[in-house]
T-cell receptor, first 112, second 110 residues
Framework: ETGVTQTPRHLVMGMTNKKSLKCEQHLGHNAMYWYKQSAKKPLELMFVYSLEERVENNSVPSRFSPECPNSSHLFLHLHTLQPEDSALYLC???????????FGPGTRLTVL | ELKVEQNPLFLSMQEEKNYTIYCNYSTTSDRLYWYRQDPGKSLESLFVLLSNGAVKQEGRLMASLDTKARLSTLHITAAVHDLSATYFCAVGPRDDKIIFGKGTRLHILP
């Protein structure tokens, strides 16, 4: 499989649930990103990892917890989310920070 | 606080015409990005501009950056229907948060 994959593609969860979003890239890239796209707000860059170290955390609430165990995988752990966290969560990777990114298809999250 | 303003937000244009999308931002920044999004699809990275005067071109799209004017432009030459999409710019200083514009929805009429 090539490119950037995300699982699951759709997720419905209650406010008390804990779930994780997974992103995998098969491009040999060194940087990975989480973005949030909701209907009512501009796109947000949430987290940036470069060489498995978090290099940017853009004022994201602690109920979102990223994890980058290796350069090919990125997770977003979710717990006690709010309905306003319902959004499309996009993962991306790039060869290095500030080079062109390749995006996954996204996970459509609904929080009830 | 950094503010990013794109205009226009909506643009309907004829094929073969030229047009420009503007991205203005409020504070000094050294990173500017352009993205494309088709309806119901993920994002596509178009250009990364990292220095004053940077100009990049890909097909019918050309992006430029003027850091002194705090302005980037995305110029479309001889538009074709396939370029219909929403275009986003994003701006951010190297040690601070990246902020996205609201996007420009471009509709190219055959």
């Amino acid at each position: 499989e090539t490119g950037v994959t995300q699982t699951p593609r759709h997720l419905v969860m209650g406010m008390t649930n804990k779930k994780s979003l997974k992103c995998e890239q098969h491009l040999g890239h060194n940087a990975m990103y989480w973005y949030k796209q909701s209907a009512k707000k501009p796109l947000e860059l949430m987290f940036v990892y470069s060489l498995e170290e978090r290099v940017e955390n853009n004022s994201v609430p602690s109920r979102f917890s990223p994890e980058c165990p290796n350069s090919s995988h990125l997770f977003l752990h979710l717990h006690t989310l709010q309905p306003e966290d319902s959004a499309l969560y996009l993962c991306a990777s790039s060869q290095e920070r500030d080079s062109s990114e390749f995006f996954g298809p996204g996970t459509r999250l609904t929080v009830l | 606080e950094l503010k990013v303003e794109q205009n226009p937000l909506f643009l309907s244009m004829q094929e073969e015409k030229n047009y420009t999308i503007y991205c203005n931002y409020s504070t000094t920044s050294d990173r500017l990005y352009w993205y494309r999004q088709d309806p119901g699809k993920s994002l596509e990275s178009l250009f990364v501009l990292l220095s004053n005067g940077a100009v990049k071109q890909e097909g019918r799209l050309m992006a430029s950056l003027d850091t002194k004017a705090r302005l980037s432009t995305l110029h479309i030459t001889a538009a074709v229907h396939d370029l219909s999409a929403t275009y986003f710019c994003a701006v951010g200083p190297r040690d601070d948060k990246i902020i996205f514009g609201k996007g420009t929805r471009l509709h190219i009429l055959p």
